[in-house]
């Protein structure tokens, strides 16, 4: 049996944010002197990021005209989880809505009434009943429609979801799998001004990504699932760790994470691609979750990749940011969306990286549905 992933719909907020705006916002926010927002802006130009999206104006705005955080000097009452989780549930409904109506869009053969499986995905906010039940009953999708929450896992949290949709798919040929990865990760600023909080001040963004995959390919171009490898680098588990505290979730994220993914990421994908009669050498095509600029370089210094050969990783963070669990797919999705017919067949190699330290990676397959008709 095979799966295929079908079509990719992503969604943004409304309010696009210039990178070094975001920058004067947390220099502000955190009073910092000259010296200190020189080399914190220094940070913002390096990250490859031009701009991110928010659900909240405030980065946008200067302080006396905040709308969520307390318009006084240093910010008290910082917002509590509450107050944040408030902001995820309005906002995390109309997006993920908006990515999985962007999706079917492209496949016109689907109705939302045909959806058997419903997987959503999110490590920036959490409720219960949750965003699943809210979907069904937005889209009106069938009160039958088997439902799967796969929470807090971070950055590659969208792999785990292929894979529950990949089962789905063998197991049940004709399911049709909806899985949506929602991301409002903007929310979460901490006040902190180690280095590690002021890195991943300078790197997420919000977004949603949704993904139909069924058991057939769909009438144009789709990705056949192929494999799946996954690791785990313990020496790391420190490095990257993403906890809930008294005023939001608190994101640790080393200077060390690229220099452990560059140690793991080749045995990686020798261990992803045996017994495949494929090397990585005759692999063209790439998406990877572009977690931070030098976490893609390290990767192509270790796999021989060019930059041009990462150029789908490297749009979406320049255009978005990292959205955490949904920038793989905005990154499938640019992909996608290049793809000719005389790539029928070529394989398409992924990964993912996240708290564990875990490495994640996935192979997949062009496939056009009538290739030679289309030459």
């Not at 889209?139 to 792999?159: D, I, K, S």
């Not at 798919?169 to 901490?190: G, N, R, S, Y």
């Not at 793991?264 to 020798?270: A, E, S």
């Amino acid at each position: 049996m095979k799966s295929y992933l079908c079509a990719i719909g992503t969604a943004n907020p409304p309010h696009k944010i210039p990178q070094m705006q975001v920058a004067d916002f947390m220099a502000n926010a955190l009073q910092f002197d000259e010296r200190e927002t020189r080399k914190l802006k220094a940070l913002y130009r390096v990250s490859g990021i031009g701009q991110r999206y928010s659900v909240l104006e405030d980065y946008t705005r200067q302080n006396g005209d905040f709308a969520f955080y307390p318009n006084t000097p240093t910010l008290e009452p910082f917002p509590t989880v509450q107050q944040r989780m408030d902001v995820y549930r309005k906002h995390a409904l109309e997006l993920s809505e908006q990515a999985i109506r962007n999706c079917l869009a492209q496949v016109s053969s689907t109705q939302l009434s045909e959806l058997t499986h419903l997987i959503t995905v999110s490590c920036t906010g959490m409720y219960a009943p949750g965003l699943d039940i809210e979907l069904v009953e937005r889209l009106q999708l069938p009160g039958t429609v088997q439902r799967t929450a796969v929470n807090f896992m971070g950055c590659y949290a969208a792999f785990n979801a292929i894979k529950l949709a990949d089962a789905i798919c063998k197991a049940t040929p004709k399911a049709k799998v909806m899985l949506v990865c929602t991301e409002i990760c903007t929310i979460h600023f901490q006040k902190h001004s180690e280095q590690d909080h002021l890195v991943s001040n300078a790197l997420f963004g919000d977004g949603a990504a949704a993904v139909l995959m069924q058991g057939q390919p769909c009438q144009e171009v789709s990705l056949e699932l192929q494999s799946f490898h996954c690791d785990l680098a313990p020496a790391g588990k420190r490095e990257m760790a993403w906890h809930i505290g008294d005023t939001g979730f608190e994101m640790t994220l080393s200077s060390y994470v690229p220099d452990l993914i560059k140690k793991g990421i080749k045995q990686l994908t020798d261990r992803l691609l045996q017994g495949l009669k494929t090397t990585v050498s005759e692999i063209k095509l790439f998406a990877i979750h572009p977690g931070g600029r030098r976490i893609l370089e390290v990767i192509e210094q270790e796999l021989g990749m060019t930059r041009d050969d990462n150029r789908f990783a490297y749009r979406v963070l320049q255009n978005f940011g990292n959205m955490s669990s949904a920038t793989v797919l905005f990154v499938l999705k640019e992909l996608m969306q290049s793809l000719t017919p005389q790539e029928q067949n070529e394989p398409v190699l992924s990964f993912a990286f996240g708290p564990g330290l875990t490495l994640e990676s996935m192979l997949l397959k062009v496939h056009y549905a009538d290739a030679k008709a289309a030459v």
